[in-house]
């Protein structure tokens, strides 16, 4: 906005040695790829955070973490920081079809899209140990509902927003049946 009211005070001048159409390209082009690199910057970040997470607990005591992606590169990264941080003997890289079936945890992190969360929502619960929680990020807010519709009668849930993005917290019930608020 600021770049467009920029250009509306240049002079006349200006204007007759650059072309309009031109300039206002130059300017939509430039903020759509800041707008672009911001969004998905979010998302990367919070990855790196959950990784980062990942390995405090293992720092701090925690028998075992699984990172759980389908992109082999991130894989690879992600056994090559735990490798970094000494944990790589706790720390399992995993594609999710080689998860083991009866695996649950007392915490799962997801950060993947408002769509893949919530065609996951039964796997996702059912990793979830009774008593244990789900995080849910890389949301944006409007979707907040749509997403907990389709995990409200598993966990009960608290709302994190920040700058239009939502980090959804869920403790299970035992049996995991009715929601209750955390």
Known sequence: ERLFDRLQRLPVPFFDRQAVGRLVTRVTSDVEVLNDLFSSGVVAVLSDVFMLLAIAALKLGARAAFGIDNDPRALGASRANAARNGVADRYQAL??????????????????????LIALAPELTRRVSDGGQLLLAGILEHQVEEIRRHYTHFCSWTVETHTGWALLIGRKRAGGTEARHV
């Open 95 to 116: 594609d999710p079809r080689a998860l083991p079936a009866t695996l649950a945890a007392e915490l799962v992190l997801a950060n993947i899209l408002a769509q893949t």
